[in-house]
């Protein structure tokens, strides 16, 4: 991956064959980012996302191996447990032009990704609900 920052922005790249959730994360470790937002788009040639099913509080997921463009991927970063937590959802689409998408588990850059990271001064942790069945924003 490569960066430059511009004030409280970092502009990423990642390159071909690399994880989209640990690459981000191990940057906010390096960086010490504990808050911030993040954007992005580009392609990726594995995908696994997920769909919280509110009813049964559990994620079920799905893996797509196959060439993908991002058309929007956006979310937060936070912290949980002295650790960072990346929420981050994702819209893709295929040959067929038709969109899907969901909560990003784990995505592989096919040829590049270009994402956006907003540095927001502080830290939120995130906490389990148990009615919800999520770990939740604590404000
Ligand atoms: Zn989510």
Same mark, same amino acid.
């Given at each position: ?6 004030? %409280? ?10 994880? $989209? $959730?640990? &690459?981000?994360? @191990? ?8 808050? /911030?937002?993040?954007?992005? +788009? ?11 099913? *509110?009813?049964? %509080?559990?994620?079920? @997921? %799905?893996?797509?191996?196959? *060439? #993908?463009? !991002?058309?929007? #991927?956006?979310?937060? !970063? ?5 650790? !960072?937590? =990346?929420? $981050?959802?994702? &819209? ?9 998408? /969901?909560?990003?588990? @784990?995505? $592989? ?7 956006? +990271? ?12 148990? &009615?919800?069945? #999520?770990? =939740? =924003?604590?404000?």
């Amino acid at each position: 991956m490569f960066f430059k920052k511009f004030g %409280k922005r970092y502009i990423i790249r990642l390159e071909k064959g690399e994880e $989209i $959730i640990e &690459t981000i994360k @191990s940057f906010c470790k390096d960086k010490d980012i504990k808050l /911030g937002i993040v954007d992005g +788009i580009g392609a990726v040639d594995y995908l696994s996302i997920g769909y919280f099913d *509110p009813k049964n %509080k559990e994620y079920h @997921s %799905k893996e797509f191996k196959e *060439p #993908l463009e !991002i058309l929007s #991927l956006g979310g937060n !970063i936070s912290t949980m447990d002295e650790d !960072i937590v =990346l929420h $981050i959802h994702i &819209t893709v689409s295929g040959e067929n032009y038709m969109a899907f998408g /969901g909560h990003l588990n @784990s995505a $592989i850059v096919s040829g590049t990704c270009e994402v956006t +990271i907003e540095v927001i001064d502080g830290e939120i942790e995130r906490k389990f609900n148990e &009615t919800v069945g #999520l770990n =939740l =924003l604590q404000l």
